[in-house]
């Protein structure tokens, strides 16, 4: 059977790097296999739903390389609904096949009851297994209760069981419980919405998935899941549980540790491949020393669950900045120009042309793409004298020879490429008599207005004559 994997968040807001990870995996799943990787929408609590969390993971999907092959807000939709708001009646239809076979029965506990009863077996876990009175009830038991406006969940039986229900967890290996352990649960709230674990078999089923890839907070639910097929009669998937993501304090990640919603990431300037890199290892890991950096399709060729540790990993922002910094200086000009213009915005950049060039040339000395609206500002800054950087310049021995002499060699001849400016510099280092720091670190400030950045050569090649001319002669007026 060819594998059929999904991704079925909430729309409650960002997509969570959590989230973004376990798509990432049935992606990966998906591709290795030759299989194909679906997009459900798990909505049935409408109080924390909203169509623009729909948009936004979406979009987050999509910018990241993930979108999927079929599914809500996508052309392919063979198996729809793909939404468990629109779905209603099959859940309800499905129901109905467990009432009529015993399986299932009418619950009219009142929330509080429901309270009491759950603080009851905490302290008397023996009677846990005790038959719910109402499952006996007759016709007459349950018109008396809805007279009295008791709107009733259906409940799946399992107090008559017994044994152990378990699977071979695809990341874990055996997982075993007791049926003792597990109470009748609902299938339909009192307003007939269903409970997550019943849309989801019904959901699973009717769209053919073979393999469930999800959190580990998904193991408790699996072993009501496996009993819902049973009952059913249906051939349950394949079940495989990654682990938590945690943040540096070892608690499970979330916006206390910092930003962890994937426009978030976007917004300040990381590039999707170094995400999927960073959170391809946080589960697959590396293998062996310097094997950290991975392109998607690298993580492809790799993911088998199997492979997937079980332990909890933690978020380093550190490593995922080392990693977008390698991605960011990996990019071709043309692309990194395009990656980073919505950081850019208002600057008079004279070329498009220009701008490749400038990138190519700060990319070096930037983690994420936002880091290069700064240098730019400065290098197409109007010419002038900063009091701190004349402050700065000033503690040299001579701090006007190396921007005199540079001028002078500069506007006699100016270099066609690298090469030429290097020489020029070496030229002017023996026209000034200043040599190494002493001559460097005031000609990029006189340039600048930075003692860091990329190498002069480079940066002279950006700037351009006039721009050179401009602001060593602004300096030399000033220091």
């Given at each position: 059977?060819?594998?059929?994997?999904?991704?079925?968040?909430?729309?409650?807001?960002?997509?969570?790097?959590?989230?973004?990870?376990?798509?990432?995996?049935?992606?990966?799943?998906?591709?290795?296999?030759?299989g194909?990787?679906?997009?459900?929408?798990?909505?049935?609590?409408?109080?924390?739903?909203?169509?623009d969390?729909?948009?936004?993971?979406?979009?987050?999907?999509?910018?990241?390389?993930?979108?999927?092959?079929?599914?809500?807000?996508?052309?392919?939709?063979?198996?729809?609904?793909?939404?468990?708001?629109?779905?209603?009646?099959?859940?309800?239809?499905?129901?109905?096949?467990?009432?009529?076979?015993?399986?299932?029965?009418?619950?009219?506990?009142?929330?509080?009851?429901?309270?009491?009863?759950?603080?009851?077996?905490?302290?008397?876990?023996?009677?846990?297994?005790?038959?719910?009175?109402?499952?006996?009830?007759?016709?007459?038991?349950?018109?008396?209760?809805?007279?009295?406006?008791?709107?009733?969940?259906?409940?799946?039986?399992?107090?008559?069981?017994?044994?152990?229900?378990?699977?071979?967890?695809?990341?874990?290996?055996?997982?075993?419980?007791?049926?003792?352990?597990i109470?009748?649960?609902?299938?339909?709230?009192?307003?007939?919405?269903?409970?997550?674990?019943?849309?989801?078999?019904?959901?699973?089923?009717?769209?053919?998935?073979?393999?469930?890839?999800r959190?580990?907070?998904?193991?408790?639910?699996?072993?009501?899941?496996?009993?819902?097929?049973?009952?059913?009669g249906?051939e349950?998937?394949?079940?495989?549980?990654?682990?938590?993501?945690?943040?540096?304090?070892?608690?499970?990640?979330?916006?206390?540790?910092?930003?962890?919603?994937?426009?978030?990431?976007?917004?300040?300037?990381?590039?999707?491949?170094?995400?999927?890199?960073?959170?391809?290892?946080?589960?697959?890991g590396?293998?062996?020393?310097?094997?950290?950096?991975?392109?998607?399709?690298?993580?492809?060729e790799?993911?088998?669950?199997?492979?997937?540790?079980?332990?909890?990993?933690?978020?380093?922002?550190?490593?995922?900045?080392?990693?977008?910094?390698?991605?960011?200086?990996?990019?071709?000009?043309?692309?990194?120009?395009?990656?980073?213009?919505?950081?850019?915005?208002?600057?008079?950049?004279?070329?498009?042309e220009?701008?490749?060039?400038?990138?190519?040339?700060?990319?070096?000395?930037?983690?994420?793409?936002?880091?290069?609206?700064?240098?730019?500002?400065?290098?197409?800054?109007?010419?002038?004298?900063?009091?701190?950087?004349?402050?700065?310049a000033?503690?040299?021995?001579?701090?006007?020879?190396?921007?005199?002499?540079?001028?002078?060699?500069?506007?006699?001849?100016?270099?066609?490429?690298?090469?030429?400016?290097?020489?020029?510099?070496?030229?002017?280092?023996?026209?000034?008599?200043?040599?190494?720091?002493?001559?460097?670190?005031?000609?990029?400030?006189?340039?600048?207005?930075?003692?860091?950045?990329?190498?002069?050569?480079?940066?002279?090649?950006?700037?351009?004559?006039?721009?050179?001319?401009?602001?060593?002669?602004?300096?030399?007026?000033?220091?």
């Open positions: 059977m060819t594998l059929r994997v999904r991704f079925a968040p909430s729309p409650s807001g960002d997509l969570h790097v959590g989230n973004a990870r376990t798509a990432l995996f049935n992606y990966l799943y998906a591709r290795h296999s030759g194909t990787y679906v997009f459900r929408i798990e909505d049935s609590d409408a109080d924390r739903s909203d169509e969390s729909i948009r936004a993971i979406l979009g987050s999907l999509e910018w990241l390389g993930l979108t999927p092959d079929e599914g809500e807000g996508l052309e392919r939709r063979p198996h729809p609904p793909y939404r468990q708001s629109q779905a209603l009646e099959l859940y309800q239809k499905g129901a109905q096949a467990l009432l009529d076979s015993g399986r299932a029965y009418w619950c009219f506990d009142l929330a509080e009851e429901q309270e009491a009863e759950r603080e009851r077996l905490l302290h008397a876990p023996q009677e846990r297994k005790r038959r719910h009175p109402h499952r006996d009830l007759d016709a007459a038991g349950r018109e008396r209760l809805l007279k009295e406006g008791r709107k009733p969940a259906l409940r799946f039986a399992t107090d008559d069981l017994d044994g152990e229900v378990g699977w071979d967890d695809g990341v874990r290996g055996p997982i075993r419980f007791e049926l003792s352990e109470r009748d649960f609902n299938l339909l709230r009192g307003d007939g919405t269903p409970m997550y674990n019943w849309a989801c078999v019904i959901d699973d089923h009717r769209m053919g998935i073979t393999d469930v890839l959190g580990e907070d998904g193991i408790s639910n699996t072993p009501r899941q496996l009993l819902l097929y049973r009952a059913l249906w349950a998937p394949r079940y495989s549980h990654v682990s938590f993501i945690l943040g540096p304090d070892g608690q499970k990640l979330s916006k206390r540790h910092g930003d962890t919603g994937i426009s978030k990431f976007r917004a300040k300037g990381y590039l999707p491949e170094a995400l999927l890199n960073y959170l391809g290892l946080l589960g697959l590396g293998e062996g020393e310097g094997a950290e950096v991975f392109s998607l399709q690298d993580l492809v790799r993911f088998e669950p199997g492979r997937l540790v079980k332990k909890a990993s933690v978020f380093d922002y550190g490593k995922l900045d080392f990693l977008n910094a390698h991605w960011l200086r990996a990019q071709e000009p043309k692309r990194l120009a395009a990656l980073a213009a919505p950081f850019l915005e208002g600057l008079a950049v004279p070329s498009p220009w701008l490749e060039l400038a990138v190519e040339t700060l990319k070096g000395n930037a983690v994420v793409l936002k880091d290069l609206r700064a240098p730019l500002e400065a290098l197409l800054a109007p010419a002038g004298a900063d009091p701190a950087v004349l402050a700065a000033r503690a040299f021995p001579d701090p006007k020879a190396p921007a005199q002499a540079a001028l002078d060699r500069l506007s006699a001849q100016w270099p066609a490429d690298e090469e030429g400016f290097k020489a020029a510099l070496k030229e002017a280092q023996k026209t000034g008599g200043v040599k190494g720091k002493d001559f460097f670190m005031p000609l990029r400030l006189a340039l600048t207005g930075s003692e860091h950045g990329p190498e002069l050569p480079k940066l002279l090649n950006l700037l351009g004559l006039q721009r050179v001319q401009d602001r060593l002669k602004a300096y030399l007026a000033a220091v």
